[in-house]
């Protein structure tokens, strides 16, 4: 499984975050899955964001939640991450994974990251 995320480095205050990740060579035997995003700030531990499921359904982090957004595009094989009236405080390496779940064996791909500043 490869995983790719991909975003547009800087972002000015107030305005939209868009990241994307792209998710190629799935297991086909897979039971379920399902992708997330987490994101880590310059001297700050792991944040997760949120996920999609293999239906669509999503579930977000509570101090997130209201200006999260996560959707899927099953034909690219993308999901992207939308935060709204981002500030300085979203600076961060923002991370895309995959979960898949085989049975009773469950496997996490993580991508490399993609930095976002947040800043005038």
């Known amino acids: 499984v490869h995983v790719q995320e991909s975003g547009p480095g800087l972002v000015k205050p107030s305005q939209t975050l868009s990241v994307t990740c792209t998710i190629s060579?799935?297991?086909?035997?897979?039971?379920?899955?399902?992708d997330g995003w987490i994101r880590q700030a310059p001297g700050k531990g792991l944040e997760w964001i949120g996920a999609i499921g293999r239906s669509g359904h999503t579930h977000y982090s509570s101090t997130l939640s209201r200006r999260a957004s996560i959707s899927r595009d099953t034909g690219k094989n993308q999901i992207t991450l939308q935060l709204s009236a981002v500030t300085p405080e979203d600076t961060a390496v923002y991370y895309c994974?995959?979960?898949?779940?085989?049975?009773?064996?469950?496997?996490?791909?993580w991508g490399q990251g993609t930095q976002v500043a947040v800043s005038d």
């Open positions: 994974s995959r979960t898949e779940v085989t049975g009773a064996s469950v496997y996490d791909y």
């Open positions: 060579n799935g297991s086909a035997t897979a039971t379920d899955y399902y």
